[in-house]
């Protein structure tokens, strides 16, 4: 079954989903004008402090105020301060410095959060550059390996290419992407990253507040980017302007995977028509979902998490071996679940409730199977407990706006 990145364009949004098949597993919607925040690095100026909760509101554009927390951010990078980068007088790398905050200090920072609702976009010190198979972070000294890579000889082997590389200013995160690759193509990468954050870090303390350092590629670059493209057929677009952009980022960045991508020509059948975009997009934010077993899941998201409630609907309709037919929707549940947290970006706090069931060991079996299903979440998700009420917890990190919004922004 082919998996097919699909990126187009309606009216002035461009949407790129990823497909098994002809199933939707995967989509985001951005601005087809560059006007997403997500990743941006500016020169930001301090407005506010607020001790109480240890935080400062920085303005990184006129009016544009973000959210700062001091206690996660101790090494910030401030305005006209010299360059760190490099060796001393002694010949050693210089330690990182602490610095307090006060009002009107201009700072560099990144946006690591949008705006949610009522919660304004967050920006960081700790810049991170992500590229296909590491991501720099300054701050942090170490060599870090995705989880997901459990093969411990590969993992020793990128641990060893890569820690030659960190210093006491920055150190860097090995993506799942870079399991097996050869290493002068994660080298390339890594001097890359090295290069751009010294320009950021150099020359950006020097420029005039609010100045935009650094502008993250959008939003369906990034798909490219982040999605495992070992796992990825094609590349596909119908749109000339946006086979270019992709051509021109692929070669520079990505040249293992130019020849992957292809522009779609059918005058009779667009390639969101041949796929069904709208009408999945449209599925993806209803609140009910049908199960094939005639059970049913209904989605709430709410302000401060999102409620699944799992229901037998027509499923135990003449049933006899009642708790049997549970697990079986349970577990039907389970795998419908997993995919739309992915499809609609849930993320955050997310509570289930599945149908009650009598024996512990199909409580064990659910759990066992629904952790599976989430480990196929390229966002990090963790199955937290089931309570003693049998509701059962899931986080998922919060980076992009759930589909909703982004539907409800754009469309």
Known sequence: MNHN????????????????????????????????????????????????????????????????????????????????????DNGEEPELKEYKLKMGDELIVQVTKEDIKTKAPVVSSNINLTGKFVALTYGKSIVGVSAKIDDQDERSRLRNLVKAFACKEYGFI????????????????????????????????????????????????????DGYSDRVDE??????????????????????????LRLYKDDNLSLSSLYGIKSKLDDAIKAHVWLKSGGTLVIQPTEALTVIDVNTGKAVAGKKKVQDTF???????????????????????????????????????????????????PTKTTLVDMTALGLVEVTRKKVRKPLHEQMKDIM
């Open 235 to 260: 590349f596909l677009t119908d749109d000339e302007e946006l086979y270019e952009i992709i051509k021109e980022y692929l070669i520079k960045h990505q040249p293992e995977d130019k020849d992957k």
């Open 327 to 377: 697990l079986k929707v349970n577990l039907e549940a389970a795998k419908e679940i997993a995919k739309q947290i992915r499809l609609r970006n849930l993320s955050g706090i997310i509570i289930i409730d599945f149908i009650d069931m009598a024996l512990q060991k199909n409580k064990d079996r659910l759990m066992e199977e629904f952790e599976e299903h989430l480990k196929k979440d």
């Open 174 to 225: 090995i993506r799942t992407n870079a399991a097996y690759m050869d290493d002068h193509i994660i080298i390339n990468e890594i001097n890359n990253l090295i290069e751009i954050y010294r320009d950021i870090r150099e020359y950006g303390v020097h420029k005039n507040r609010f100045s935009l350092l650094y502008r993250t590629p959008p939003g369906y670059l990034r798909d490219i980017r």
């Open 5 to 88: 990145l699909v990126i187009t364009k309606y009216k002035d949004t461009i949407i790129s989903s990823f497909f098994d098949g002809m199933e939707m597993v995967q989509v985001s919607l951005s601005p087809a004008k560059e006007d997403d925040i997500l990743g941006n690095i500016y020169l930001g100026k301090v407005k506010n402090i607020v001790k109480n909760i240890n935080a400062a509101f920085v303005e990184i554009a006129d009016g544009r105020i973000c959210y700062y927390s001091m206690s996660e951010n101790r090494y910030p990078i401030m305005a006209n301060q010299p360059s760190r980068t490099g060796l001393d």
